[in-house]
């Protein structure tokens, strides 16, 4: 089992900054992908960013000139930067990671919210 906490959520402005981190523990030497994903108000969650471990990052194209991914392997854990940040950003934001047996877990979330 595989547990992930986030932190580093909460309320910015238009423009403004915010850094997402998440840390694994548990049985984490099977994990091989971490991420994030966003659920915004009334959507579907949805991809944000994923990074394997030793690979490369990948960012989906509607904030990949604002999101950065990154990741580290020694201690498990994932970093969202998001700057520029927009009030479509405003989402609950998950972090993931998936195991070599194709097992996904979840964080509990942590809410961002862009005012305006």
């Known amino acids: 089992q595989v547990h992930l906490v986030e932190s580093g959520g909460g309320l910015v402005q238009t423009g403004g900054s915010l850094r997402l981190s998440c840390t694994a523990s548990?049985?984490?030497?099977?994990?091989?992908?971490m991420g994030w994903f966003r659920q915004p108000p009334g959507k579907q969650r949805e991809l944000v960013a994923l990074?394997?471990?030793?690979?490369?990052?990948n960012v989906v194209d509607s904030v990949k000139d604002r999101f950065t991914i990154s990741g580290d392997n020694a201690k498990y854990t994932v970093s969202l930067q998001m700057n520029s940040l927009k009030p479509e950003d405003t989402a609950v934001y998950y972090c993931?990671?998936?195991?070599?047996?194709?097992?996904?877990?979840w964080g509990q979330g942590t809410q961002v919210t862009v005012s305006s």
């Open positions: 990074i394997p471990r030793g690979g490369s990052a």
């Open positions: 548990g049985i984490i030497f099977s994990i091989n992908v």
């Open positions: 993931y990671a998936n195991d070599t047996s194709g097992f996904r877990y």
